[in-house]
């Protein structure tokens, strides 16, 4: 997973459009993940939050902060070489924390959504993720992501 390229975010990731929040990987390694997403102004979101003055939910920033994590347990457990399931491990979102929200995202912006691994105890893992516009941080805190257990149904 050295080279992990844009075209593994649908393989790594269960999540589909509309509620796919990176769109590009721009790098993986030792457990660390940057990628990015480009807000359009179009966004189906946006139309309601806020009418004559869009920005992006928090809630928002969250979910992309965890699929960027998702990402980075994925990458962890092969680096790792942690034995796992042939098909692609699923993290599902279990514990938020310490979360701040620093500046607001508009459309236009490029997200740029970085997530590291920082424990592993197995099911869980503790990431600590940002999200920045431009070079300032505009979302933080940690995650705990869990990995599934059986199969989904």
């Known amino acids: ?5 844009s075209k593994d975010i649908r393989r790594l990731l269960p999540h589909r ?3 796919l929040f990176i769109d590009k990987i721009i790098s993986a390694e030792e457990g660390v ?12 979101y946006l ?29 962890y457990m092969s680096e790792q070489k942690i034995p796992h399931r042939e098909s692609a491990e699923v993290y599902f979102l279990s514990r938020v924390s310490d979360v701040k ?3 607001p995202v508009m459309p236009g912006d490029i997200l740029i959504i970085k997530s590291k691994i920082v424990e592993c105890f ?7 993720a940002l999200c920045e516009v431009n070079g ?5 805190g940690e995650l705990v992501l869990t ?3 059986g199969g989904m149904t």
């Open 47 to 75: 139309k309601g939050h806020f009418p004559g003055n869009p920005l992006v939910p928090g809630v928002l920033l969250i979910e992309s902060m965890a699929q960027a994590s998702g990402l980075a347990c994925a990458l």
């Open 147 to 149: 990995e599934r257990q």
């Open 17 to 19: 459009e509309p509620f």
């Open 33 to 44: 993940v940057t990628a990015s997403k480009y807000i359009k102004k179009d966004e189906e």
């Open 122 to 128: 197995r099911p869980f893992f503790k990431a600590e």
């Open 1 to 5: 997973m050295e080279n992990l390229l």
């Open 101 to 103: 929200f620093k500046r």
């Open 136 to 140: 300032k941080i505009v979302a933080e």
